[in-house]
C-alpha cells in the first residue's frame, strides 16, 4: 500500500496549539485534509476534534493493566500494523 504526500505531526499540547495564530494551525493540520489518525497512549478524549470525522483514533480508554511498555503496547494495539491499518482504513474512506 502506498501513502503520498504523509505528514507526520507530534502534538504534545493542545493548549500550546490553540495559542498559535490560525495561519500556524493550518499550516500544521490544513482544514482540506481529512484523512487523519491520532495515536495516543492515553485517553482518546479529545482527539476527535483534531482527526474530524473522517478520521481515526488510536488510543486507550480503560487503566489498571501492568506489564512492561512493549507487552502493554502489543496487547493494546500500539503496533505498526494496527496503526498501518488505521490509516489505510482512513485513507480508503473505511474508517
Known amino acids: 500500500m502506498l501513502?503520498?504526500?504523509t505528514r507526520v505531526v507530534s502534538f504534545p499540547s493542545w493548549e500550546?496549539?490553540?495559542a498559535q495564530p490560525e495561519a500556524y494551525r493550518e499550516s500544521v493540520l490544513p482544514s482540506?485534509?481529512?484523512?487523519r489518525v491520532a495515536v495516543e497512549a492515553g485517553t482518546t478524549m479529545?482527539?476527535?476534534?483534531?482527526?474530524t470525522d473522517g478520521g481515526a483514533v488510536i488510543?486507550?480508554?480503560h487503566f489498571g493493566a501492568s506489564a512492561p511498555a512493549e507487552t502493554l503496547f502489543t496487547?493494546?494495539?500500539?503496533?505498526?500494523?494496527?496503526?498501518?491499518?488505521?490509516?489505510?482504513d482512513v485513507v480508503g474512506g473505511r474508517s
Open 46 to 51: 479529545g482527539w476527535h476534534r483534531y482527526v
Open 32 to 35: 482540506a485534509i481529512t484523512a
Open 16 to 18: 500550546l496549539f490553540e
Open 59 to 61: 488510543g486507550l480508554d
Open 3 to 5: 501513502f503520498r504526500s
Open 75 to 88: 496487547k493494546f494495539g500500539f503496533t505498526a500494523e494496527r496503526i498501518a491499518a488505521a490509516v489505510g
